[in-house]
């Protein structure tokens, strides 16, 4: 329990929040990391990913190029950066030093779940949907965006929302390489026997990773075109009339009156 006091004491005190190695500056790096990286694995991997769903071949092989990405440790990924000599230990602005390796490793993490819901996504859209959609008489590309991309796009957003909350966890490890972010506070509480400080550095990580749980899982759910028709569906919920319907009398009806 004394080290959860030390902890709280740590977050509490507003000097600790404050400064260039202040709580929120170290926040707001690790955030800035994280989207960017988020950002370079988005632009990546979520073309091939959708361009391949939508050919329908092709996925056996991607997929499984990018769950390597599961198979290698992070941190191996940038030991491996770090030491070469692209992209090195060069300063990136705010990302400091080791910064684009640091950005190539959490990128690559970040594949593997973009990548495979992605293309899922879009290779698992009905088959008679897809056949409607030729019928109308729509060219591939539109029946990419107006059927195949807005029904698959939950799922591709439940792939970044798994992404965006692996990422911020594990950017932490950018300490290690004297990068930015969090992970500063609990490397150094650690390596200095201050258990207190390095407990809070990882509560608000953990409590950072909550939050953008749930604006991502909003997100998605604003992005699923059928969530009206879902509703409707549900007793008594919007959309649904609960009123009784209006019976018309038949013929024989008014002719026995």
């Known amino acids: 329990m004394t080290v959860l006091s030390d902890a709280w004491t740590y977050l509490t005190t507003s000097a600790n929040w404050t400064g260039d190695a202040g709580m929120l500056h170290l926040l707001l790096q690790q955030l800035l990391l994280t989207v960017t990286a988020l950002a370079i694995a988005l632009v990546i991997g979520l073309p091939i990913a959708l361009w391949l769903g939508h050919l329908g071949r092709g996925g056996f092989l991607a997929i499984n190029i990018s769950n390597i990405g599961r198979a290698v440790p992070t941190f191996a990924l940038l030991a491996l950066f770090v030491t070469a000599d692209f992209p090195g230990t060069g300063v990136l602005g705010p990302f400091g030093r080791a910064g684009l390796a640091t950005l190539f490793a959490l990128a690559l ?4 779940p973009l990548i495979t819901n992605s293309y899922v996504a879009v290779r698992e859209v009905p088959a008679e949907v897809k056949q409607a959609a030729d019928g109308m008489g729509m060219t591939g590309l539109q029946k ?3 059927v195949e991309l807005p029904l698959a796009l939950p799922l591709v957003m439940s792939g970044v929302r798994l992404a965006l909350v692996q990422v911020w966890a594990t950017a932490t490890i950018a300490a290690l390489v004297a990068g930015p ?3 500063r506070v609990i490397t150094d509480g650690f390596f ?3 258990y207190g400080k390095g ?6 990580v953990g409590l950072v990773a909550l939050v953008l749980e749930l604006i991502a899982a909003t997100l998605q759910r604003l992005a699923d075109p059928m969530r009206g028709a879902r509703a409707g569906r549900t007793p008594g919920g919007p959309g649904m009339s609960v009123t009784s319907p209006t019976v018309e009398p038949s013929a024989d009806t008014v002719g026995a009156q």
Do not use: E, K, M, S
């Not at 993490?109 to 593997?112: E, R, T, V």
């Not at 407990?199 to 608000?204: D, K, L, Y």
């Open 109 to 112: 993490f970040a594949l593997p």
């Open 181 to 183: 972010g969090l992970g």
């Open 144 to 146: 990419f965006l107006r």
């Open 192 to 194: 200095r026997t201050n």
């Open 199 to 204: 407990i809070a550095g990882a509560i608000v």
